[in-house]
């Protein structure tokens, strides 16, 4: 046995999909209209970026011009660096004769705490003094006193003993 469909139950079948299909293209077009006002805003929030970019190299432009010329901002400034030290000279090895150049300089350098005398070699090497057996008994003597002035220095107004 068949049943009979009604007309009207066909157009209200027809009329749900009509409308489905009228959402869906809501929603595209919604869609869509949200892409573009995204690309809008973006595109004006880059607009204002650059203006501010341009605005700050402005101002900086105005305010390199009202600076004063002197003679601290020519090409001629003191770096503090002196010439010799800026060739590639400086930063090469230094060559054996300029090794024992500056060995071969022997000073005499006090030390002030003790009094004693030392003979130091170029780069801080101290070295012996060959001295006589009075000069020898000499220096003792004042090393000595030296020690023991240092040391009545250090300890004064402690309790010692």
Not at 77 to 86: S, T
Request: hydrophobic share 25%.
């Amino acid at each position: 046995m068949k049943v009979k469909r009604s007309h009207s139950s066909g157009r209200s079948r027809r009329s749900r999909q009509q409308q489905r299909k009228l959402k869906k293209l809501q929603k595209k077009e919604a869609k869509r209209e949200r892409k573009v006002a995204k690309a809008q805003r973006k595109a004006l929030k880059k607009q204002q970026k650059e203006e501010r970019k341009a605005e700050k190299r402005r101002r900086k432009e105005l305010k390199r011009q009202k600076r004063p010329v002197d003679a601290a901002s020519s090409s001629t400034v003191d770096c503090g660096v002196p010439l010799d030290l800026m060739n590639t000279r400086a930063r090469a090895p230094e060559t054996r004769e300029e090794y024992e150049a500056r060995q071969a300089i022997v000073r005499r350098v006090l030390d002030p705490e003790t009094g004693r005398s030392r003979l130091v070699k170029g780069d801080g090497e101290i070295i012996e003094e060959c001295v006589s057996r009075e000069r020898h008994m000499d220096i003792n003597r004042q090393a000595t006193a030296g020690d023991g002035a240092e040391f009545q220095r250090k300890s004064v107004g402690w309790n010692v003993g």
